[in-house]
T-cell receptor, first 117, second 118 residues
């Protein structure tokens, strides 16, 4: 079974440029997460989707970050314009969670490392 | 408020010796506890979890963790460390209650870097 797939793995851009990251979750997983991880720190939740609905986007900097999960499968995270402080690893994760079955664990992709110059 | 503490930034242990990575937590409802491992330049991998049942949980790669309700701890252990265990370890907790609502959000520790020396 394929795991969570993210692309690109690495991206280097200049500040003020736009950037987009793509995530394909594990088949059948209804919940999708975008996290940001700075070097030597734990992951920070940006947004959580249950199917197509963003159920928690309280930590998403909405002035420059946007995300979508059309059709409740793949998701895209966009930053426009990027700032120096956005340099980080952007992790996508998925899980199977509903009222009847919530196994709890998240499955992560390999991450997209963004460097803003 | 929910929180997780990993009191050690780094743990060093000799290969073949037992290892412990500490985690304490605070959660208002039923704690769901998790350990994840992150190897360099990789995503996080699930190691083990405590949801209910036996306090001693066994997971991947020979790791285990013991849920201690009175001490609100969930320390990660392995009887004999390998050099390949060197990585960053994260503890996470969330409220597993049926009515947890927004407390379902997973709260992460800051991570502990484990170095196993040959």
């Amino acid at each position: 079974e394929a795991g969570v797939v993210q692309s690109p793995r690495y991206k280097i851009i200049e500040k003020k440029q736009p950037v987009a990251f793509w995530c394909n979750p594990i088949s059948g997983h209804n919940t999708l997460y975008w996290y940001r991880q700075n070097l030597g720190q734990g992951p920070e939740l940006l947004i959580r989707y249950e199917n197509e609905e963003a159920v928690d986007d309280s930590q998403l900097p909405k002035d420059r970050f946007s995300a979508e999960r059309l059709k409740g499968v793949d998701s895209t995270l966009k930053i426009q314009p990027a700032e120096l402080g956005d340099s980080a690893v952007y992790l996508c994760a998925s899980s199977l969670a509903d009222a009847r079955k919530d196994t709890g664990e998240l499955f992560f992709g390999e991450g997209s490392r963004l460097t803003v110059l | 408020a929910q929180s997780v503490a990993q009191p050690e930034d780094q743990v060093n242990v000799a290969e073949g010796n037992p290892l412990t990575v500490k985690c304490t937590y605070s959660v208002s409802g039923n704690p769901y506890l998790f350990w994840y491992v992150q190897y360099p330049n990789r995503g996080l991998q699930f190691l083990l979890k405590y949801i209910t049942g036996d306090n001693l949980v066994k997971g991947s790669y020979g790791f285990e963790a013991e849920f201690n309700k009175s001490q609100t701890s969930f320390h990660l252990k392995k009887p004999s460390a390998l050099v390949s265990d060197s990585a960053l370890y994260f503890c996470a907790v969330r409220d597993g209650s049926v009515n947890a609502g927004n407390n379902r959000k997973l709260i992460w520790g800051l991570g502990t870097s484990l170095a196993v020396n040959p």
